[in-house]
């Protein structure tokens, strides 16, 4: 067999293995869903631990998203005015930068937000009991390690996602009438008079709808990528970034699939 032909073959080799392992992971984490949807209807419900959750992703996460949510907004502000003011429509600043941040900017960047510091802390917390062997003790004790360990955290995930994401919206739409109307000198009646023109309701349902569904795509990654840590200290910090990456990257997947699908019927 000549080298180029050898070659050829090792890249087919190489691509057909990448492609097997991903349709492999597709249908193992597919399999966690299903069983995380079986758990969810069973008894115990664990309200407590439901509580907690959403208190380490919601109220832990204040600070990150109102601080994202005020620079955003205002950043949003100055570039659209420059922008406008060129062709003389600058009062439109308000409701431009209003549905930017309620269609795309607050569910998507709070999405990321959200990934990177709840997604990793549900990876490393369920992957150190992984490997300290926790979970197999609770196994032993006849505790579901799902049920325990999974459901509060995508339920809580689900929930918390679009509170964080209505304030992001609210700061947001703070920092860029501030913005607007102090520092651009924008007229603030003609400035919430515009607003109220375009803003609708559907906009708003849009950016929730959103991040309900990015709120149980993170969680959902981050507490099976949690599941499936081995290898001690190493195995944890791998699980951890894996949850990282593959829950901003299905955060912008799902943005416009979402979008794709929510402009025809909202």
Same mark, same amino acid.
């Given at each position: ?5 050898? +070659? ?131 196994? !032993? ?59 609708? !309701? ?31 200290? +190493? ?9 990282? !990456? ?21």
């Amino acid at each position: 067999m000549s080298t180029t032909a050898l +070659e050829f073959r090792k890249s087919v080799e190489k691509t057909g293995a990448y492609v097997l392992d991903g349709l492999k992971g597709l249908g193992s984490i597919t399999l966690f869903g299903t069983r995380f949807l079986y758990w969810l209807v069973r008894p115990p419900f664990r309200i407590r631990l439901i509580f907690e959750q959403l208190y380490f992703i919601g109220n832990k996460s204040i600070f990150i998203i109102f601080l994202s949510g005020a620079f955003t907004g205002m950043v949003m502000a100055y570039q659209t005015y420059f922008g406008f003011k060129i062709i003389s429509v600058d009062s439109l600043v308000g409701p431009v930068v209003a549905l930017a941040l309620a269609k795309e900017l607050a569910p998507v960047l709070t999405g990321l937000i959200v990934a990177g510091r709840a997604g990793a802390a549900m990876a490393a917390q369920i992957g150190s009991m992984k490997v300290t062997e926790q979970i197999d003790a609770l196994e !032993v004790m006849g505790i579901n390690g799902i049920q325990y360990l999974a459901v509060p955290r995508i339920i809580a995930g689900t929930l918390a996602l679009p509170m964080l994401s209505s304030i992001f919206l609210l700061i947001g739409n703070i920092g860029s009438y501030i913005v607007g109307t102090k520092a651009l000198m924008i007229d603030e009646n003609l400035y919430l008079s515009k607003i109220s023109e375009y803003m609708l !309701v559907e906009d708003i349902l849009q950016g929730l709808i959103k991040s309900f569904f990015f709120g149980i795509l993170i969680s959902l990654i981050g507490t099976y990528f949690g599941f499936q840590v081995e290898k001690g200290a +190493e195995g944890v910090g791998r699980g951890t970034n894996l949850a990282v !990456v593959w829950g901003m990257i299905c955060v912008l997947i799902f943005d416009y699939i979402l979008t794709s699908f929510l402009v025809h019927i909202l």
